[in-house]
């Protein structure tokens, strides 16, 4: 079970309730029995709930104890006669609705009442919604919104005029500015949104351009600690609904983000460049600036890219070629130096 | 205009004032004419000024609106009849200027009242100039000297004995220690300056080697959120006078930084190398440690400099070649699995 | 000497005193003689201590001023007259604990007193041991516990349950949470430990995973301004004894870091992998999940590793080869776009 000094278990719960937040049919199994924790499949035992979806652990599930488990229709046949089955085509989403039912407070719990911590330094002209958690030395400037069920992580900045709808989640020591955000987000400690683009006249002495553009971001939108995202130039910086960006991640101005995007760890896109929905970027990959990546394309980890990205693409170097044409490329180059050795 | 929730718009200004302000020449209209706004070509209006720098907007120069353009000479033939013309060879740098006049307080306003927020924690050793904000939450220990028209971001904390000159706008949730800061810097939230080199003398326990230098920061540099440059562990990290450094970006201990370079987010500059003056790094690029780079020289987004280059020079690649053998490389190892497929 | 506004020299000290902390025997010099500081050889006088480690600067060492000298036995016969020697097979460890006498303060001071804050938000439900400094603006929750000696700067927050052993210092604005920390750790300013891992179900939503491991930390580990670590998504991110990790450094959720490693600046582990012992992990290099680095391995710094590495295995490149390949790769491609050249 996950350790009891940070995690509160919600369990015990009934086949019935699992197959309800599952989405799951019970195939099989005790609809009254009692389940307490989720566990993978070595682990599990009895009073647990497991899934399986990578094949390569299909060993595992037909030797598991688990007391119930979350399995595609096809592995119906290969089940420990004792395994409860919950069948669904989508296993380890299915898990993810369980595991939150057990442990709901390990993300970002609903908040349910208003606390404001009397050293909070909030302006009277700011509006806060109902049942929000807002921590010790949080400063809140004029004009903010904040939208109901929100909570305000320590010594976290909102300047003046920003904007966060309902039921997000800000970390502490984060910095917001110039910003709307939407409902359902979540921003961990650390965040800097807001701050100028990097933009500047060159010459003997760089003057700064100022940047008169915001950021929007949309609703379900996570953003990982110690992640920066700039404003705009003139247009506003945009990250759209159900983007999940992980940490040190590094957005320039003007930059568009479709909507349910997936930025790895350090990764960066420069300057006006256009990512669209269902872009994958892997960890520590770049994309240079004023790009266009169409939609569904995927970005290996540490590429860097130069030029746009057609929609499904997936490419891979540095320079980003067509996946398949960089592991040639790989192979190539290794074939040379083996025929040279010596030389 | 710029979203009013967040800026305020200081026009109107007449085209008189704007050519002072641009440090450009009226070569044609009406010296009263009133402007309000700033506006990219396509966008603006007959109250807007614009401007004309990539000749790749020629186009939407000559079918613009704007009621003024800032352009060089050569452009004025190809302008609409009812645009105003403000004259000049660099219309980017003047568009900077006039676009500061408009949205002053987009560029950390000029602080001029002193307030100190009850919360801040101030040692009473400290010497504070003239017209300072300080946040809540702000700590100062002993012997810090703020020059006068500071403001210091809430939470941050400057450590014993910090030095900041005048006019420096120091962002939220910042650290700064065993550092001397000159006049008209920027810090962004989040940037720590002065923690431990990362100096082991390596064993079965590595031991720390004290860090004994300092960083020594010019006037006129701006630092970008979340970047982080350490202390020397002898002599001091050294940044020069207007150098600009985007968010995220990793500066070494004994590092030496020259006057007006250009560090593009997410590079990084190992210990103890030498940057000269007006280099400009790309995004993501790293330098290793101990080398030298002359005045001037270009290294692309993504480099990694495992070598001196020279004045002038520009590189790319990994590691970093002259920029034209680079594409070379590229283009050779590309007809390599060409002439390889099926292989 | 180290700048008198940042760093209180404790000198003098005798070579008698000097011998016994290097651990390093006297071969040379009145014992009674007294010593005010360490300086390079190049800058050192009668009153400095210098040591020499790396062959390069036998020139310097042969002519320099320093009135006492770190070395090995080897380099005894070069040393100039007046020169006190104090012999030691590891000179550079040496230093390392002579620099720490002389500047005590510089290596985090050890805490004698306690002293809390008044602006500190501390849980009544927390213990905290002994002799702690726990600066403004530091928000405790509940069931912390804090060993004896610790330091906590100003606006960090602990978060729920966390443990930090003794004599640790955990720098400003830093945020630790599903965390057991052990003894001797220091972590800088911004530090993010045991935020959520990056894990969603993908889908046109993608779902939340609940990350329910934590963040173990061993004894005297130091980890990097702005540095993120993950906590695990079932079983824990594990950090070994005597690791260092240097600033803006990524460790994703489930990865298992051995004892003594170092890792560079901006460098990132994905997640699950599994690193030795002893391994280094170079600037900016970064790992790909899942993979296993067997002990002492060595990554050079930009690496992109994307394959299991044996132990004692040096790598190179993107991805990452033997760094002898790697090497002989550079060679084979510019050699093939010379015989290219104008084709």
Request: charged content about 20%; overall charge neutral.
């Amino acid at each position: 079970m996950a350790n009891p000094r940070f995690f509160d278990n919600s369990g015990p719960l009934s086949l019935t309730d699992l197959a309800d937040i599952a989405k799951a049919e019970i195939h099989r199994g005790d609809a009254q029995g009692s389940f307490q924790d989720v566990q993978p499949l070595q682990k599990a035992t009895a009073h647990d709930i497991s899934f399986l979806e990578n094949k390569l652990y299909v060993k595992a599930y037909e030797t598991s104890k688990a007391g119930a488990c979350l399995i595609e229709p096809a592995f119906i046949e290969r089940a420990p006669n004792t395994m409860a089955l919950l069948v669904t085509d989508e296993p380890y989403r299915a898990y993810a609705r369980v595991a939150q039912a057990f442990y709901p407070s390990s993300c970002f719990p609903k908040v349910n009442m208003m606390s404001i911590h009397k050293n909070a330094d909030i302006d009277p002209s700011a509006r806060i919604g109902n049942n929000c958690t807002i921590d010790s030395g949080v400063r809140i400037e004029a004009n903010v919104e904040i939208g109901s069920g929100c909570s305000i992580g320590a010594n976290t900045t909102l300047k003046q005029g920003v904007s966060i709808g309902e039921s997000c989640h800000i970390g502490e020591n984060t910095t917001v500015q110039f910003a709307t955000i939407g409902n359902g987000c979540v921003l961990h400690a650390g965040v800097r949104i807001g701050q100028d683009g990097f933009g500047f006249a060159p010459g003997t002495e760089h003057l700064k351009v100022p940047q008169l553009g915001g950021v929007r971001i949309g609703d379900n939108v996570d953003i990982g600690a110690n992640t920066c995202i700039d404003r705009g130039a003139g247009p506003d910086t945009v990250i759209g609904d159900g983007t999940k960006i992980d940490n040190l991640v590094q957005i320039g101005h003007n930059v568009e983000i479709g909507a349910g995007c997936l930025l790895a760890a350090m990764s960066g896109v420069s300057g006006s460049t256009k990512v669209g929905n269902y872009v994958m970027i892997g960890g520590a990959a770049s994309i240079a600036g004023h790009l266009t990546i169409g939609n569904g394309a995927k970005i290996a980890g540490r590429s860097g890219v130069m030029r746009d990205i057609a929609s499904g693409e997936t490419v891979a170097g540095y320079p980003a070629f067509p996946a398949k044409e960089y592991w040639r490329q790989v192979a190539a180059l290794k074939r040379l130096t083996k025929s040279n050795k010596g030389a």
